[in-house]
């Protein structure tokens, strides 16, 4: 029989193209344990408010605990007919108590208020866990880091070898960035902890409901909204939710991106265990960074899941528009995305392996203890320009050679300037010029120590 939640004024059903159009059960489906924890809420506010006896709260609250088992069941589930998880759940309820009691519970709450509270509910779940996976890569990266606390690499900017950096550095570089990904999903959590529950449509209710008590039976530790138009049509907690997901992508594929380099024969600075990297169907030679690819390819899909929703609020105006019912999909694949991804991503950095030999054959390679040679004069008194200059001609003179830096003789040093006394040997190696970065936030190994303790002090409280 009909379940239609606004059978009265109509005199027909509604056509099956427009049923198949506004479907979203087969999307929302998972917002049902949350619909169900809003419903015992608002059941309880129904009866503070007098609406509901303590037999038909008893009542109520057993017809859901039915429900509920059935959908963690899978013996009850919503149809195409149902449209929405929240009409499915409704029917649900009403199969279970029968229309007199079943019926009540509809009373002072709308699917906009709803769908609005139960959105953030799955979201802050999600975002829990989503953080639970970045601190595990995290954690996979500071063991990185720490298992190779003094191997040197080539630092680079534009992808040229620009000075030496230790590993480790670069390595927390990538853990500060993740670091702030996961600051985000907390703030961002907290900024979220507020309920629509209680605006109901649009304009609230008139039957006495208590909206903090709803608020705070959901676990909305900011209570509940203080205006119900923007409870039941703001999707910014979405969007900026979208934002937190993509960014996260991002700061993945930037990871993925130097994997796959180092990954080649040309580099050849790490390699990656066979459990995390796949074959050719045809080239059994080959051994592929896959995992990063996926996750280089992914942060475009979370790109676009951000930009879609944007799109889709851009000039709504207030308050609820069906529109709003395209929220859902994007950031729920960006969820199932990152969840896939992220344990993936953990596991291949965990088990690579660091060719510390290649790395630290290239580190003082391309000129890039130039730099230190410019500073070394600065020190005696030279300044930077000229001491740039007298830099820039040492490369220039080995480049004409075909030699590095080190290789110079003292007079072919004195010959470049008087400046260059034999004591610039000391910068131009790469010990030295790493252990000189010794200020807050540098390459040296006592700066990385530093910075080492601070990022496992955070992860430790994260
Ligand atoms: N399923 C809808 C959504 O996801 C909620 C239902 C509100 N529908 C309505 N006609 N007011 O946004």
Redo the contacts with the bound molecule.
Sequence with gaps: DDVRLWGGRFADGPAEALAKLSA?VHF?WRLAPYDIAGSRAHARVLHKAGLLTDDELQRMMDGLGLLEADVAAGTFTGTIADE?V?TALERGLLERLGPDLGGKLRAGRS??DQ?ATLFRMYLRDHARIIGGLLTDLQEALVGLAEAHADVAMPGRTHLQHAQPVLFAHHVLAHVQALGRDAERLRQWDDRTAVSPYGSGALAGSSLGLDPEAVAADLGFERGSVGNSIDGTASRDFVAEFAFITAMIGIDLSRIAEEIIIWNTKEFSFVTLHDAFSTGSSIMPQKKNPDIAELARGKSGRLIGNLTGLLATLKALPLA?N?D??ED?EPVFDSCDQLEVLLPAFTGMMATLTVNRARMEELAPAGFSLATDIAEWLVRQGVPFRVAHEVAGECVKECEARGIELDQLTDEQFAAISPHLTPEVRGVLDVPGALASRNGRGGTAPSAVAVQLGEVKADLAVQ
């Design positions: 979203s929302d929405d929240h699917r906009n769908v609820y069906r709003l019912q859902k």
